[in-house]
């Protein structure tokens, strides 16, 4: 009996799970991947460490991605989490689980991940081709002829898309496979920069704040003008994606807590990423400003009698030396000149309306966002083929009998700490175990 012919374009944390198991299968598969070594944005990923997956439960881990994460449903019940973490003990990486439910390697380091994959692949002989480019998908009738590249036509009974989204261009991730799917007739929804630092308008006063790491603020964006942002008055609670069953109140668009650092053009680090997808979205509809909560463990009403305490008990203090108690140092001078009061005016003589603007600015720091920074400094691919076009239970197209779609090039995308990879190693299993049998379901 003909094996089956499986050709896989890139050789990502999907496109090698899917070329593995479309292998392991009996399929006889060819794995194409344009640079010089697979696995190069596992590589990078979780800050060389990987971060693999998350031990939350599964309709927790489905919200993370979103509306679209209930497409998810059906890998993940093929093949998630604890098979993910049996896959890789059985190539001998132990495995942690870190702060948030991040899953890493044990031993710190991605290329354990890349390692592991490269011998599945070899292990079930599949023929990996690096620095080889395919141009092109050919199809006849709406079914999978094979593929074009610079050495000619190659003919496939399935053909797996797995050439990644359009961040991190570095690694190999240049959006081709957004072209090959548009095509072949796929639509592409629109692509967007998301976990991705961004810049303000405000960028001498960011300047000036370049390096600072705020520790546990809370982020919240509006959309709006940040001088039309309400005044504090209760605790804002957690929204946005991945928060369940809670919808920010307008102009509120989303709001976290966590740790975030200061740029020379705006704002990043974590918090920042978490929100990026929704401010980048919500962009598009108009202004978006940001407020940070320095002090969010207290109420409006707490942090004014505490200030007001302070500023009684260190009343012979300078304003500034009662503010460097209370701030990072780089923070001081742009606070002293934001609330107008002299930095020497002792903290006896500080009136009740300079305390209040103190409040005020502690509470509700303001920032007019500009725009993201570019999609090559994204580390995840919003937007991507519809999933209406795609088979949830088989990752085929319902367009073009024979191909199957895993990884970011589809519209999928979440949060940090781990959901992506998880996604994708998902999506990969589910791609390569139906491309090896050409598990069909009629065109749409």
Same mark, same amino acid.
Do not use: C, W
């Given at each position: 009996m003909t094996k089956r012919k499986v050709i896989v374009i890139g050789a990502g944390a999907g496109g090698m799970m899917a070329a593995g198991k479309a292998a392991? *299968?009996?399929?006889?598969?060819?794995?194409?991947?344009?640079?010089?070594? !697979?696995?190069?944005?596992?590589?990078?990923?979780?800050?060389t460490r990987c971060n693999l997956t998350n031990n939350r439960e599964l309709d927790e881990f489905i919200i993370m991605y979103g &509306?679209?994460?209930?497409?998810?449903?059906?890998?993940?019940?093929?093949?998630?989490r604890d098979d993910l973490?049996?896959?890789?003990?059985?190539?001998?990486?132990?495995?942690?689980?870190?702060?948030?439910?991040?899953?890493? !390697?044990?031993?710190?380091?991605?290329? /354990?991940?890349?390692?592991?994959?490269?011998?599945?692949?070899?292990?079930?002989?599949?023929?990996?081709?690096?620095?080889? &480019?395919?141009?092109?998908?050919?199809? +006849? /009738?709406?079914?999978?002829?094979?593929?074009?590249?610079?050495?000619?036509?190659? &003919?496939?009974?399935?053909?797996?898309?797995?050439?990644?989204?359009?961040?991190? &261009?570095?690694?190999?991730?240049?959006?081709?496979?957004?072209? *090959?799917?548009?095509?072949?007739? +796929?639509?592409?929804v629109k692509l967007r920069p998301a976990l991705v630092p961004l810049v303000v308008h405000e960028v001498e006063r960011a300047r000036r704040m370049q390096g600072v790491t705020l520790e546990n603020v809370r982020l919240t964006a509006y959309q709006c003008l940040a001088d039309e942002i309400p005044a504090a008055k209760a605790p804002i609670p957690d929204s946005g994606r991945g928060v369940p069953g809670r919808k920010p109140? !307008?102009?509120?668009?989303?709001?976290?807590?966590?740790?975030?650092?200061?740029? +020379?053009f705006g704002i990043g680090g974590p918090v920042t990423l978490l929100l990026s997808l929704a401010i980048v979205d919500a962009l598009e509809?108009? =202004?978006?400003?940001?407020?940070?909560?320095?002090?969010?463990?207290?109420?409006?009403? =707490?942090?004014?009698?505490?200030? =007001?305490?302070?500023?009684? +008990?260190?009343?012979?203090?300078?304003?500034?030396?009662?503010?460097?108690?209370?701030?990072?140092?780089?923070?001081? /001078?742009?606070f002293v000149e934001m609330t107008g009061v002299p930095s020497e005016k002792a903290g006896s003589n500080i009136t009740a309306g300079e305390r209040e603007n103190l409040l005020l600015l502690l509470k509700s720091f303001c920032f007019n966002i500009k725009s993201a920074l570019s999609m090559s400094a994204a580390m995840v691919t919003a937007g991507g083929v519809s999933l209406k076009e795609i088979v !949830?239970?088989?990752?085929?197209?319902?367009?073009?009998?024979?191909?199957?779609?895993c990884g970011e090039v *589809?519209?999928?995308?979440?949060?940090?700490?781990?959901?992506?990879? =998880?996604?994708?190693?998902?999506?990969g299993y589910v791609a390569g175990e139906a491309a090896a049998i050409l598990k069909s379901m009629p065109l749409a």
């Open positions: 392991e *299968m009996g399929a006889e598969v060819v794995l194409f991947e344009k640079m010089e070594f !697979p696995g190069k944005k596992i590589l990078i990923s979780g800050k &509306p679209n994460g209930r497409f998810l449903y059906s890998a993940f019940h093929r093949f998630f973490l049996a896959f890789f003990q059985r190539y001998g990486v132990d495995t942690k689980v870190e702060r948030g439910g991040r899953i890493f !390697p044990a031993s710190d380091n991605a290329g /354990d991940i890349v390692q592991a994959l490269e011998r599945y692949l070899a292990e079930v002989k599949v023929q990996v081709q690096l620095r080889r &480019p395919v141009i092109r998908i050919v199809a +006849h /009738d709406r079914r999978v002829a094979g593929v074009e590249t610079g050495q000619g036509f190659i &003919p496939a009974d399935a053909v797996i898309l797995a050439a990644g989204g359009a961040s991190f &261009p570095e690694t190999g991730s240049r959006g081709e496979g957004y072209r *090959m799917a548009a095509s072949l007739g +796929h639509t592409i109140r !307008p102009p509120v668009i989303a709001s976290r807590q966590g740790d975030m650092m200061m740029t +020379h509809k108009g =202004q978006v400003s940001v407020a940070i909560d320095f002090k969010p463990g207290l109420t409006v009403e =707490q942090l004014r009698q505490r200030l =007001q305490r302070d500023f009684s +008990h260190y009343g012979k203090r300078s304003y500034r030396r009662i503010l460097e108690g209370l701030l990072p140092h780089k923070l001081v /001078d742009i !949830p239970q088989t990752m085929e197209s319902r367009l073009i009998k024979g191909l199957y779609f *589809m519209d999928i995308d979440a949060d940090t700490g781990g959901y992506n990879l =998880q996604a994708a190693f998902s999506t």
